[in-house]
């Protein structure tokens, strides 16, 4: 059975920090290119960060370049975001993304992030 627990989400202060990890199972994570995404309310879900499946490649979103960190252990089937400088706008649910081009893609059930004062 394949799952994706997200967790570290929370409420944070504006310029405050926070890491999200996301524990993969039930699928060979090694060969799987990882993201996460973001929803905020009566938005659209976005591509946050993406990291290819042995962690050589990593692409942002532009406001977040700079700020966050996408990383992940492949000996540990966990992949993380570390959020700095956090701004009122990264507020929102976020999401982990399995994906592999021959075999499709899975999603986490999300944690949410709130920074406010």
């Known amino acids: 059975q394949v799952q994706l627990v997200e967790s570290g989400g929370g409420s944070v202060q504006p310029g405050g920090s926070l890491r999200l990890s996301c524990a993969a199972s039930g699928f060979t994570f090694s060969n799987y290119a990882m993201s996460w995404y973001r929803q905020a309310p009566g938005k659209e879900r976005e591509l946050v960060a993406s990291?290819?499946?042995?962690?050589?490649?990593?692409n942002y979103k532009d406001s977040v370049k700079g700020r966050f960190t996408i990383s992940r252990d492949n000996a540990k089937n966990t992949v993380y975001l570390q959020m700095n400088s956090l701004k009122p706008d990264d507020t929102a649910v976020y999401y982990c993304?399995?994906?592999?081009?021959?075999?499709?893609?899975?999603w986490g059930q999300g944690t949410q992030v709130t920074v406010s004062s």
């Open positions: 993304k399995a994906t592999r081009r021959t075999e499709g893609y899975y």
């Open positions: 990291v290819s499946s042995q962690g050589g490649n990593t």
